[in-house]
């Protein structure tokens, strides 16, 4: 007989993160302890070769030993075991809520299989035939992203998803510049709501960038694309779905009107969960573009990186691809590093190597059939959830007035009634939530086009329990901002430390250092 | 998916069991979730199953296939390795292997500090740390590693002096000045000023006759990228400051306990790479980059990356971190920025500042103490083969030097081809990055090569080059 509980909905009322107050590590330890020894070169070797230091020219020795704490072993490994437990991690709470990042599951398997010898003890410039096998990982997995995309070659350098949006703004110039158009077009057009980086990168390299702003429906219109095109246009640089869960259904008009003027298409797959196996970048016409294996992919966020930003184009820009690239001669791989028309080399090495590695594991474990159904699964997880986060006094659905039809893998939310209504804000309500035990949310990139935002993230990962928990956190904390405001705007009552002291962030500090200065000064 | 095994909901998506689905179906109110889709035009929809190979369901049969394109490697644990140049084979302790693989730092992301505390204080804790070994009072959160630390601490340099100019060392390691062009190249002019081929010191008077009202910064490396330890480096610093520009050191950490902190001869900006900080190499992924600064507000301002301040509570004694600069990079700025911040390195940060606390200062110095015998008992056994000089460049070096070969009849290539046939992975060759000089390798000894095995090299070298 099968065991079913039914789905029984928790609410985690006495949850209490942990607390250990514990101090910064420079206010630990005593003179004279350690926490290991580095091994010794032995008398016989040291006696052949002297005073090896007094040879360091004058200027470069160092005359003060660095002020490091002086800890043991046991004293390292509590300390941080400390930390590691006071962080609302996604294999410890759900952390659905950060939309825009993808929070699924990081399969273990996939970290036991990158924590090989085989893989972390290998050097990047090793002679290839010692190499083969991580080179043969590495080539595949270029082949099934370009089957998942369309596209036609991958680099796995960009070890972040902006570094991938780099990657393709470098190339967008490394194509214009071979067509003697490089001075020329030196405008790039972006949209509002996808990520910064889509305007920063390429602003960072020199272009000029120009921001659409979403029209009644969600989505940037077609007029305001042809309006901004021109003999100056270099490409467009977008996401779909946007950050608000909004799939664009005219994006294909829009690459057709960003190449008639010329330009090229870049397709930033940062919100790629939904469509895996569904729709493809380049079926849409789009000339390149990039997943965020951090988030689309199961690699694991590292509290904020290693990160992949996997970038792949059609054929016609391959030339242009970061060097070195993996090739197969039929028989054995190998690194190409004489690629004149590269943009050169965005990362050293081949990137986060063994992110890939993680991905490819999990695109292995789930195939063809798998990888859909976790995009369908994310799809279905983020409606059903959509339909119990609009019922809740207070919050609504963006764009839902003018455009009610589905959101795709996310959906961004407003408390704009709860605020007008109780005076409680959405950052108010996102610290109350954690007193739930459940991660707070994430509430949009900059600007608020959507005022008092939040944006949720369901991943297929997340159980039909969890969601109707999430739900029941969401209402109770919206009962709470209509019935008792206060607890909920001095939230965290259960987390793990109190709230900073008002206007502390106009002194910054970023080392104890720079902190003790501060304090010396009366500042802090 | 056409077994048994697979037909069952894949462990990783637990709604897909079929009755959840249904149940969850029904309450969306569509039939299948390909309805699910019909905000996407039919003609964008892929009308067929993705042509990827079989699911590996069973987390077993996964298991047994990755292992089995691992098992094509060999790699430096079972080979004797002496390469360098950028990554570095050091000794990892076990316990940066167990907090780096906590799942609470590595499945984390980013939700400020009232529910990720933990995180946040690692983060500045490891700033604090950093900022002692470099000597400076700012230090960023993760680069994706020194390429691109060095590549943003130039362009920092352009935004604070208002110039357009940077003057690098020839001997600059090519794979940063690779990454270097790539992304300042659209904006920046790269200067290189050559090196004197005794001793591989930057080439002073060069220096002096491209100094000018439009350099931004002078770049230098310590330890260059050929091993040595660039005795000027003081003057060098003095020279770019009475023009105005600023002076950038690129580092590699393990050196800055016996090394002085870059900060005492002058540096403006300091950065370099973490790896060697008890991150394994991973072929690569491995690295990542940092930024120290003086705490002053010309660099706060330009610092490309998020940064992680320190704020006192209520309760005294007690602090939380968060980001302070949001509004004023990428992430409030979008076009107006200088940067492409976003996810980085953070979880090698972590596990640095693991490193750092076990060490301390008296670690510091022993590696550095330890890794500097064993390299110049390296350099000696190489300097007695036939043939061969070491080190080739005349000056101080730290863990690496260059190797030359041109007494020998035999390339570096059929060298190393040689050595890896006795199980040896021989230093990086230099003849193409560096032609002038000669048949030249660099060499890398750190602490974990021990006297049998540099005296193995030593044999090999013999035997290949007899």
Not at chain 2, 146 to 172: D, K
Request: proline letters at 6%; a negative charge; hydrophobic letters at 40%.
């Amino acid at each position: 007989m099968s065991v079913d509980t039914g789905g029984k909905v928790i609410l985690r009322e006495h949850f209490h993160q942990a607390a250990w107050n514990e101090p910064l590590i420079v206010e630990l330890g005593r003179a004279g302890r350690r926490g290991v020894v580095p091994p010794d070169a032995g008398e016989e070797l040291r006696s052949q070769v002297g005073d090896v230091l007094g040879g360091t020219p004058v200027g470069l020795r160092r005359r003060q030993p660095p002020v490091l704490p002086e800890l043991s072993q046991p004293e390292v490994v509590r300390h941080y075991t400390r930390l590691s437990q006071m962080v609302l991690a996604n294999n410890v709470a759900v952390n659905l809520g950060l939309g825009t990042t993808t929070m699924k599951y990081n399969p273990l398997i996939n970290e036991v299989l990158s924590r090989s010898p085989k893989l972390t003890e290998l050097h990047p410039a090793q002679d290839e035939s010692t190499v083969q096998g991580i080179l043969e990982l590495l080539y595949r997995f270029g082949e099934m992203l370009s089957e998942i995309s369309g596209m036609d070659r991958f680099t796995f350098q960009p070890a972040g998803g902006s570094q991938g949006i780099l990657a393709n703004a470098l190339m967008m110039r490394a194509h214009h510049a071979a067509n003697g158009q490089a001075s020329q077009r030196d405008e790039v057009i972006t949209t509002i709501f996808s990520h910064p980086a889509n305007a920063a990168a390429p602003a960072t390299i020199g272009f000029k960038v120009i921001t659409l702003y979403p029209g009644r429906e969600g989505y940037p219109e077609l007029d305001a694309l042809k309006r901004a095109v021109s003999e100056r246009t270099a490409g467009l640089m977008i996401t779909n779905p946007e950050d608000t869960g909004i799939f664009n259904p005219q994006i294909a008009e829009f690459v057709r009107v960003v190449h008639d003027a010329g330009g090229l298409c870049a397709y930033d797959q940062a919100n790629a969960n939904g469509i895996l196996g569904v729709t493809r970048a380049r079926d849409a016409g789009f000339d390149m573009c990039q997943f965020n294996l951090h988030k689309t992919f199961s690699v694991p966020h590292g509290c904020m990186g290693g990160a992949v930003g996997a970038t792949g184009v059609q054929k016609d820009l391959t030339a242009f691809l970061p060097s070195p690239t993996v090739e197969f001669d039929g028989s054995r791989y190998y690194l190409d590093s004489r690629r004149p028309a590269s943009v050169g080399a965005i990362r050293s090495g081949l990137g986060n190597v063994q992110s890939v590695l993680k991905a490819y594991a999990w695109v292995r474990s789930l195939g063809a059939e798998g990888l859909r159904e976790a995009a369908h699964m994310a799809v279905l997880n983020n409606n059903y959830l959509a339909a119990k986060v609009t019922a809740i006094r207070g919050a609504s659905l963006s764009f839902a007035d003018e455009n009610p039809t589905r959101r795709l893998e996310q959906a961004r939310y407003s408390w704009e009634r709860l605020a007008a209504e109780t005076g409680v804000h959405t950052m108010d309500v996102h610290n109350r939530m954690i007193d739930f035990g459940v991660q707070g949310y994430f509430t949009s990139h900059h600007p608020w086009l959507v005022p008092e935002p939040f944006t949720l993230e369901p991943a297929e990962s997340y159980t039909q329990e969890e969601l109707d928990e999430f739900a029941a956190v969401l209402e109770r904390v919206a009962d709470e901002a209509y019935s008792d405001p206060e607890t909920v705007k001095t939230a965290p009552h259960r987390s793990t430390a109190a709230a900073p002291v008002p206007r502390a962030q106009e002194h910054p500090a970023m080392t104890w250092r720079a902190f003790q200065e501060l304090r010396r000064q009366g500042l802090v | 998916m056409g077994d048994q095994a697979a037909k069952a909901s894949h462990p990783y998506i637990p709604n897909a069991v079929p009755t959840v689905k249904a149940q969850m179906l029904a309450q969306v109110g569509v039939g299948a979730s390909e309805d699910l889709y019909d905000v996407i035009p039919p003609p964008l929809r892929l009308g067929r199953l993705l042509d990827l190979p079989e699911a590996l369901v069973s987390e077993y049969d996964l298991r047994r296939h990755v292992e089995g394109l691992l098992a094509r490697n060999r790699a430096c644990d079972e080979l004797l390795s002496f390469l360098g140049a950028g990554c570095w084979q050091h000794a990892v302790p076990a316990v940066c292997d167990e907090i780096g693989s906590r799942g609470e730092f590595l499945t984390g992301y980013h939700d400020g500090s009232r529910s990720m505390l933990g995180s946040y204080q690692a983060q500045f804790e490891f700033q604090s740390m950093m900022g002692e070994l470099v000597g400076m009072e700012m230090v960023s959160t993760t680069t994706y590693d020194w390429g691109t630390s060095a590549a943003s601490s130039l362009i920092m340099a352009a935004q604070i002096t208002g110039r357009r100019e940077v003057l690098l060392p020839r001997t600059i390691s090519p794979g940063r000045l690779r990454q270097i062009n790539t992304i300042c190249g659209p904006t920046l002019s790269v200067r290189l000023i050559d090196y004197e081929r005794e001793s591989g010191s930057l080439d002073l008077a060069a220096l002096r006759s491209a100094l000018s009202q439009e350099t931004a910064a002078v770049y230098l490396e310590v330890p260059a990228y050929l091993g040595t330890l660039e005795s000027r480096a003081p003057e060098i610093g003095d020279l770019a400051r009475q023009k105005g520009a600023l002076f950038i050191v690129g580092v590699d950490p393990s050196s800055l306990g016996v090394l002085a902190a870059p900060r005492d001869y002058g540096a403006d900006i300091v950065c370099g790479d973490l790896q060697p900080l008890g991150i394994h190499m991973s072929y690569g992924g491995g690295q990542a980059g940092f930024i120290a600064t003086p705490h002053e507000d010309r660099f706060i301002a330009t610092c490309p990356t998020l940064l992680v301040s320190i704020l006192p509570t209520e309760r005294p004694g007690e602090y939380v971190f968060d980001w302070v600069n949001f509004e004023h990079i990428s992430y409030g700025l979008r076009a107006d920025s200088h940067d492409f911040a976003g996810t980085a390195q953070t979880i090698w940060a972590i596990v640095a500042g693991v490193y750092l606390a076990l060490m301390g200062p008296q670690g510091m110095r022993e590696l550095g103490e330890t890794i500097m015998q064993r390299r110049a008992y390296a350099a000696a056994r190489l300097g007695e083969l036939d043939g061969v000089v070491a080190p080739a460049l005349n000056g101080a070096c730290f863990k690496e030097f260059v190797v030359n070969f041109d007494g020998c009849r035999r390339s570096v290539a059929e060298i190393n081809a040689g050595l890896l046939e006795r199980g040896i992975l021989g230093g990086k060759d230099l003849t193409d990055e560096f032609p002038e000089l000669g048949r030249s390798a660099l060499y890398c000894v750190t602490e974990i090569h021990r006297k049998e095995d540099i005296d193995r090299l030593a044999t090999a070298l013999a035997e290949v080059l007899r």
